[in-house]
Every structure is written in structure tokens, then in C-alpha cells.
């Protein structure tokens, strides 16, 4: 089956730097990427996907990039705010949806 | 509003004592599955089912049991709760289309303890 590698598992930035979360998967068939945000206590929703056929996808302040050859993508956060503190949760789907093990990311104000 | 229900949201319960937990979502979706949350392990499927009366084992199914009878829920039976079973629970759903990537809408979640 599918085996999502999610890096690193807790990252700290300061306000208003870039924060990047790496994931790699296994299963070339894989045709989906979307990343969820999970704030304290909530549950997870969809911030951004990006499906094989396109590289890269932006919106506003959050990009993917999907680098299929190499089989991983990757979540950028630009202009960092406080409120962009959660855990993120990268995901490949081939025949089922797979996650990763998630990354605390702490914006310091 | 469209949404994904879970119930109970917190249980807390003693070893071997059946339990159910609902789920149900008012979008008409056709693919719904259960995950659970431990910390440093994210989400793991436990089952998912594709329509009415289909169902199928994710990663973790061990100890628990799904039905769909009908479209909109999905519950989550655990027959003999043991306490490794303790966690933080998802139920999510999500329109399939064939050749397409949607979108998981995930429930409030329900946080078991099994004593």
C-alpha cells in the first residue's frame, strides 16, 4: 500500500518568515495531494490540493509544489501569521486516501 | 448546512462494553470512512465504504465493525472495546466521481477512553 513520509514533525518560525513541510510517498499511481490544517481541538479541512498533472498551485499566501519523477511534494507558507499555527497533514491518494504523520508548525509572534 | 455529524463527541467507557459511534452526513455523498488520531501516528483509516452496502477494511480495522444501510451514515461499532482503542476519532466523507479527487469533509471528531 501507499507510505506517506511527512517532514519534520514540528517546525517553529518567526513571524512573517516562510515555513516549508516536506512529504514524500511510495506509490507512483498516486494522483492526489491535498493538504489538510488542523487547528487545536478541530478537525482536519483542506487548505490546498494539487493533482499529478500540474507542478506547482498557489493560493494567496500558501503554495504545493508536486515533483512526481522524484515522488514528493511539498507545502510553502509565505508571510507567516500566528493564526497559521496548527498541524499539517500532507496526503497521497492512489487507490486510498494515505497521510502523513503531520507537522506542528508554532509561528512566534 | 452541509455538514458531517458525529455522536457522541466524548465517551467514556470500561473495557468490553459494546459501543457505537454515528455518523452522518446530509450531502449525499458515496464514499465515507472512520479514522482514528493518536499522537505521532496522524490519521489511520479504519474502514471506508464506497456506497450502500459496501464496505471495506482500511489499515488499522482490528475490533471494529461499519455498516451502511443507508447513504447517509455510517456508524462505528466497537464490539469489545479494549483500551488500546483509545483515541480520537474521524468520520469523513466525500462525493466519488470516477477519474476524480475530492475533497474529505471530516466530522467534529469523538475522543474515546476506554478505562
Known amino acids: 500500500g501507499e507510505n506517506v513520509e511527512q517532514h519534520p514533525s514540528t517546525l517553529s518560525v518567526q513571524e512573517g518568515d516562510s515555513a516549508v513541510i516536506k512529504c514524500t510517498y511510495s506509490d507512483s499511481a498516486s494522483n492526489y495531494f491535498p493538504w489538510y490544517k488542523q487547528e487545536l481541538g478541530k478537525r482536519p479541512q483542506l487548505i490546498i490540493d494539487i493533482r499529478s498533472n500540474v507542478g506547482e498551485k498557489k493560493d494567496q499566501r500558501i503554495a504545493v509544489t508536486l515533483n512526481k519523477t522524484a515522488k514528493h511534494f511539498s507545502l510553502h507558507i509565505t508571510e507567516t501569521q500566528p493564526e497559521d499555527s496548527a498541524v499539517y497533514f500532507c496526503?497521497?491518494?492512489?487507490?486510498?486516501?494515505?497521510f502523513g504523520k503531520g507537522t506542528k508548525l508554532s509561528v512566534i509572534p | 448546512e452541509a455538514q458531517v455529524t458525529q455522536n457522541p463527541r466524548y465517551l467514556i467507557t470500561v473495557t468490553g462494553k459494546k459501543l457505537t459511534v454515528t455518523c452522518s452526513q446530509n450531502m449525499n455523498h458515496e464514499y465515507m470512512s472512520w479514522y482514528r488520531q493518536d499522537p505521532g501516528l496522524g490519521l489511520r483509516q479504519i474502514y471506508y465504504s464506497m456506497n450502500v452496502e459496501v464496505t471495506d477494511k482500511g489499515d488499522v480495522p482490528e475490533g471494529y465493525k461499519v455498516s451502511r444501510k443507508e447513504k447517509r451514515n455510517f456508524p462505528l461499532i466497537l464490539e469489545s472495546p479494549s483500551p488500546n482503542q483509545t483515541s480520537l476519532y474521524f468520520c469523513a466523507s466525500t462525493p466519488y466521481i470516477a477519474g476524480a479527487n475530492n475533497e474529505q469533509f471530516f466530522g467534529p471528531g469523538t475522543r474515546l477512553t476506554v478505562l
Open positions: 496526503a497521497a491518494k492512489g487507490y486510498q486516501l494515505t
